[in-house]
């Protein structure tokens, strides 16, 4: 069975430093991963997707992300953040050909301060 | 154009009533997905529509769970017998196909008193 191990379940950090949240799945498989953003009180979002192809994954707001399918990893990182990125961070993965279902990490709750 | 929506955003029951939560999911959609999300459970998958086939139910709790999709649009999860475990916040998702982008809705907040 797959799953998804987000270690940090909080990360606090001043505004304009860099950040990385770390996402670590278990499959035999081949899979595909997401990011989603959950803002206070709003929806999840999507912030960036990997299918295929290039490993490096960017976000329109200055997040990426990198699928290491060695090291069965897919972390995101921002070099410089903002009070406005203050949310929690969804790590997601599919697996091809077992249906569309996505197991989702345990979140890890990003906590920019001035 | 319009997102996934659901309805109601709220709802409390008492345990033992049964409760239906109502998902439309974006137009042209194929693929449908219910998830619960909880404190202490993160995001769990629940079940999933694609097109005609047959549901997917392999994430569903117990047999108090259940779910439809209607000509393949608007979908309905219900609850039979609700318990003080079912409260969690209940997120449908679309997608125009599997493997895709996954669109979520509000949710719908279920708290069982």
């Known amino acids: 069975a797959q799953s998804v191990t987000q270690l940090d379940s909080q990360v606090p950090v001043f505004e304009e430093a860099p950040v990385e949240l770390r996402c670590n799945y278990s499959s035999s498989v081949s899979v595909y991963l997401f990011w989603y953003v959950q803002y206070p009180n709003q929806g999840l979002q999507l912030l960036l997707k990997y299918l295929s192809g290039s490993t490096l994954v960017e976000s329109i707001n200055g997040f990426e992300a990198e699928f290491n399918k060695s090291q069965t990893s897919f972390h995101l990182r921002k070099p410089s953040v903002h009070i406005s990125d203050t949310a929690e961070y969804f790590c997601?993965?599919?697996?091809?050909?077992?249906?569309?279902?996505?197991?989702f990490g345990q979140g890890t709750e990003l906590s920019v301060k001035p | 154009g319009a997102g996934v929506s659901q309805s109601p955003s709220n709802k409390v029951t008492e345990k033992g009533k049964d409760v239906e939560l109502r998902c439309d999911p974006i137009s042209g959609h194929t693929a449908l997905y219910w998830y619960r999300q909880s404190l202490g459970q993160g995001l769990e998958f629940l079940i999933y529509f694609q097109g005609n086939s047959a549901p997917d139910k392999s994430g569903l709790p117990s047999d108090r769970f259940s779910a439809e999709r209607t000509g393949g649009s608007v979908s309905t999860l219900t609850i039979q017998r609700t318990q003080q475990e079912d409260s969690a916040v209940y997120l449908c998702?679309?997608?125009?196909?599997?493997?895709?982008?996954?669109?979520f809705g509000p949710g719908t907040r279920l708290l069982v008193l």
């Open positions: 997601a993965v599919g697996v091809y050909n077992q249906g569309g279902k996505l197991i």
């Open positions: 998702a679309s997608s125009s196909r599997t493997q895709e982008t996954q669109y």
